[in-house]
C-alpha cells in the first residue's frame, strides 16, 4: 500500500544512529579498560595494527586503521611522545615517515591483549552473532566506500 504521506525520518529508526549510538557505547566500554595504559580508543587503534604489522608507512597505517591523515597525525604524535612509537624517514621514499614500535610499545601488546580477553568473554551475548554482527558492518562499510567513491568520480 503506497502512502502519500511524505516520509519523515524519525531518530529511532535511523540506521545510521543505531549505530552511532552502539559505537559510541563499546568506546565508552573500552575506557576503563584502556585507561590504567594511558591510552584513547584511536591510539589502541594504531597500537593494535603496528601490533599485527610493525615499520609501515604513515600512509598505510592510516589506511589500516581507517584513520584520515589529519586524524592519525596527532594520534601517532601523542603515542611517539608517550614513548610507545617513533616515526623515522622513510628509506623507500624519503618525504615519507614510516611508524615503528618501541620496546615500551610492545611490552603493552600482551597485558593490554589480556584486559582486552576479559572483556571479550564479559559480554553476554552470542560471540557467533557478534562475529556476524562484524562481518555485516564491513560489508556495509564497503558499500558506504563503493558509493562515496562514486560521489568523487562524478
Not at 623507500?92 to 603493552?108: I, P
Not at 591483549?113 to 555485516?136: G, I, M, N, P, T
Request: hydrophobic share 40%.
Amino acid at each position: 500500500m503506497k502512502s502519500d504521506a511524505p516520509y519523515r525520518p524519525s531518530l529511532d529508526n535511523q540506521l545510521c544512529f543505531a549505530l552511532y549510538s552502539a559505537s559510541n557505547a563499546v568506546i565508552r566500554l573500552y575506557r576503563p579498560l584502556l585507561a590504567p595504559f594511558g591510552l584513547t580508543y584511536p591510539q589502541f587503534l594504531v597500537m593494535l595494527a603496528l601490533w599485527q604489522q610493525d615499520s609501515v608507512p604513515l600512509k598505510v597505517l592510516s589506511q589500516r586503521t581507517r584513520l584520515d591523515p589529519g586524524t592519525i597525525t596527532p594520534i601517532v604524535k601523542r603515542l611517539e611522545e608517550k614513548g610507545l612509537l617513533v616515526r623515522q624517514p622513510d628509506p623507500e621514499d624519503e618525504r615519507a615517515k614510516r611508524v615503528v614500535l618501541t620496546d615500551s610499545g610492545g611490552a603493552l601488546q600482551a597485558p593490554l591483549f589480556e584486559a582486552h580477553r576479559c572483556l571479550y568473554d564479559s559480554f553476554d551475548v552470542d560471540k557467533a552473532a557478534l562475529e556476524q554482527l562484524r562481518q555485516q558492518c564491513l560489508t556495509l562499510l564497503d558499500q558506504v566506500n563503493q558509493q562515496l567513491a562514486k560521489g568523487q568520480a562524478s
